[in-house]
């Protein structure tokens, strides 16, 4: 759209004149020059106020520069003593360290000495106790060595009833003196039992027999099943029945040995089953006067003959023991005599002893009159009354004695 159109639309729309209009335009075109002399004019005075305020802001600027610089200078100079001072701690903190580290050194070192040492001793006390250790573990070797002898032992008839013999005939022989028992004796039937006891007052000997039915016994350990165990049980008891039978058979010999017999059983363990568990055999035994003993309950036996024995030996030595009693007696009434008459003795040194005291005292107050010159005045031809002279038996020697008293 152009002027002319612009007025046109002018003329159209408000219905002005084309004067009016002009004038309208003049105006509105001396309005539009006088606006841009003001705005050279502001922007004239604008360029200057710029410059003065860029003069202005220059000055200010040269201003902070120098006292940018004034404190640039100042920065510099406290750096420079910071940086002294940051070298002087630095040194005195490395010199510090040194000595810390120095000194943790040191300790360290003492440490590890320390902890050397006792890794040492530790080392040899693990030694030692190794040592030990393998002492034990040789012994525990020897000991399951032994145990296999032992099983092996056991295990074999005749070197069980050797085990078994040779327990009992330790008990004996330790508990009873040489001659009160005998092993593997003949008796009048051929029968050699493995221990008779001799008894006191002439009476018989007592037939201890060792040997024991231990195959049976283990059959029943070894059972697996109730039925196994059982026919253990029935084979332990027939096999126990027949040696009580041998036994009270064999050994027990009217007037020739007692009417009752040991079974010595070597186990206290095996002993109590057969309390326990058997009862009918322990019963069936004592009706056939053999007795089932253990080692303590042997032990205990062998205690009470010990001591029967003793008795009788003191009963037969009762007469000797008598007279000696006697003997002592007078042995005891002789000394009392002489410790009498050794009394005697020393009373009547008691009073020589008092009399010679009496002397001394005497001669010990003359020498301290002799010593302080204190004699009595005497006459030169005789002797006073109190006063009687002593001779010696050479001749040479006369003495004046005094009797003040």
């Known amino acids: ?26 105006a509105s075109l001396l309005t539009a020059l006088f606006l841009l002399i003001l705005s050279i004019h502001r922007a004239g005075r604008s360029r200057a106020e710029i410059a003065m305020d860029a003069a202005r802001r220059e ?22 003593a910071m940086s ?49 250790i393998d002492a034990a573990q040789n012994n525990i070797q020897s000991l399951a060595k032994d145990v296999v002898g032992l099983q092996a032992i056991l295990s074999n008839k005749q070197t069980r009833g ?7 005939e330790t008990i004996v022989a330790d508990g009873l003196p040489m001659g009160a028992y005998t092993f593997q004796s003949t008796l009048s039937n051929g029968m050699r039992p493995d221990c ?10 007592l037939v201890i027999d ?43 010999i009217a007037g020739e040995t007692q009417d009752m017999a040991f079974l010595f059983v070597p186990s206290e363990s095996i002993f109590a089953e057969i309390h326990e568990h058997f009862e009918a055999i322990v019963q069936k035994a004592h009706r056939l006067r053999v007795v089932i ?33 006697v003997h002592l007696m007078e042995d005891l009434v002789r000394l009392d005599e002489r410790t009498r008459k050794l009394q005697g003795h020393f009373l009547a040194a008691q009073k020589d002893v008092d009399m010679i005291l009496t002397s001394a ?28 002279s002593v001779e010696s038996r050479t001749g040479l020697l006369k003495l004046r004695i005094v009797d003040d008293e």
Do not use: C
């Open 196 to 205: 008779t006891i001799r008894m006191p007052n002439g009476s018989p000997p």
């Open 361 to 388: 005292d005497k001669l010990t107050k003359r020498g301290a009159k002799i010593e302080a010159l204190e004699f009595p005045a005497a006459s030169a031809t005789a002797p006073d009354e109190g006063q009687r």
């Open 210 to 252: 060792a040997k024991f039915p231990l195959e049976a016994w283990n059959a029943i350990r070894d059972g697996q099943t109730p039925e196994e165990k059982k026919v253990a049980g029935q084979n332990f008891r027939r096999d126990i029945e027949v040696h009580i039978r041998d036994i009270s058979t064999k050994y027990l």
């Open 162 to 168: 050797a085990f078994g013999q040779s327990r009992m």
């Open 1 to 26: 759209m152009n002027s002319t159109d612009l007025t046109a639309l002018a003329i159209g729309t408000f219905g002005l004149s084309p004067i009016a209009l002009a004038s309208i335009v003049a």
């Open 59 to 80: 000055a200010v600027a040269e201003a902070r520069l120098a006292e940018l610089l004034r404190a640039q200078a100042e920065m510099q100079g406290r750096l420079a």
């Open 84 to 132: 002294d001072v940051f070298g002087k701690r630095q040194s005195e903190l490395n010199q510090t360290i040194n000595q810390r580290l120095d000194g943790l050194t040191q300790r360290l070192g003492t440490t590890i000495t320390e902890q050397t040492k006792s890794t040492h001793e530790n080392l040899r006390q693990l030694q030692e106790r190794l040592a030990v």
């Open 293 to 325: 003993v253990s080692p303590s309950l042997l032990m205990l036996s062998i205690q009470v003959i010990q001591a029967v024995l003793k008795d009788q030996r003191m009963r037969e030595q009762a007469h000797l023991i008598q007279g000696e009693v």
